[in-house]
């Protein structure tokens, strides 16, 4: 088990912006990203499972994936990216430990990975991963009741199993969880899991459009799993300081992610 992953040096190319943005959306987009033009933070995942380095989160990190969950994740802005850099990727074990649940023990796992450009830190990315007991698998639950105090901010939205199996190709997971229907229905889920990072870049989407600019932070955390063709609407609401959002991504009126996000006051 390592607590430091292998570094690496990777373009960010206007192609594999269009692609990121394939899965996120089920359309390649019309137009070509310009060299300069910002790139949105949940885009980073994309990068940090690049199945051309040959590197594997959950094999870095002595992880079982059918036990490993995808807890969160926290992006707070730098410099920020941008089509045409060539980014530094570097990531270190920061919190390692056993939390007791009525299931038995499990191990929370925080990853930082520090994104540089030109020698800025242009993004730190904060993942949170759980694994789960051993033991036989357990049936999903339900996530809380959505806050009616949060307002819907655009179109619900769902995914299909083109785009889950699009981005699980691009980013090198081979979790059967998110592909294979019988696999998950063995470990008690009604369907494939939508990947939790497919739901973080639609709220982001809906976040910076609302607010007219890019996000500095974006924190967010899972509290169920979303399956193929349910619709989910991100619905949030101001949060006290100006450029402050708290909210939720909902479906069928239960919350399966919720989270914080601010916009710099000067959009950068």
């Not at 960010?12 to 060299?35: C, L």
């Not at 002595?62 to 807890?71: M, S, T």
């Not at 890019?214 to 991100?234: G, K, N, Q, Y």
């Amino acid at each position: 088990m390592n607590d430091r992953l292998p570094e690496f040096t990777i373009d960010v190319t206007a192609e594999s912006v269009r692609r990121w943005k394939m899965g996120r959306d089920g359309v390649f987009p019309a137009d070509h990203p310009e060299t300069g033009e910002d790139v949105p933070l949940s885009y980073l995942f994309f990068l940090r499972c690049q199945p051309a380095q040959g590197i594997s989160i959950h094999a870095e990190l002595g992880r079982d994936p059918d036990r490993g969950l995808f807890g969160g994740v926290r992006y707070e802005r730098g410099r920020g990216v941008r089509v045409g850099d060539r980014l530094e990727g570097k990531a270190h074990v920061t919190e390692r430990k056993s939390v007791d649940s009525p299931r038995g023990a499990m191990v929370l796992t925080t990853l930082v990975n520090e994104w540089r450009a030109e020698s800025h830190l242009a993004v730190t990315e904060t993942v949170r991963m759980v694994d789960l007991p051993p033991g036989p698998p357990a049936a999903p639950t339900a996530g809380p009741d959505a806050d009616p105090s949060l307002t819907p901010i655009g179109a619900p939205v769902s995914f299909t199993r083109t785009q889950i199996a699009w981005l699980m190709v691009e980013t090198g997971d081979t979790n059967a969880l998110h592909v294979d229907r019988n696999y998950a229905v063995s470990r008690l889920f009604p369907d494939v899991v939508v990947p939790g990072t497919l739901i973080v870049p639609i709220a982001e989407k809906a976040l910076s459009t609302a607010a007219g600019r890019p996000l500095s932070v974006l924190d967010c955390r899972f509290r169920a799993p979303t399956f193929p063709d349910e619709e989910i609407v991100v619905t949030a609401a101001e949060d006290g300081e100006p450029g402050a959002w708290r909210f939720e991504v909902v479906g069928d009126g239960k919350v399966r992610a919720i989270g914080k996000a601010s916009t710099a006051a000067d959009g950068t």
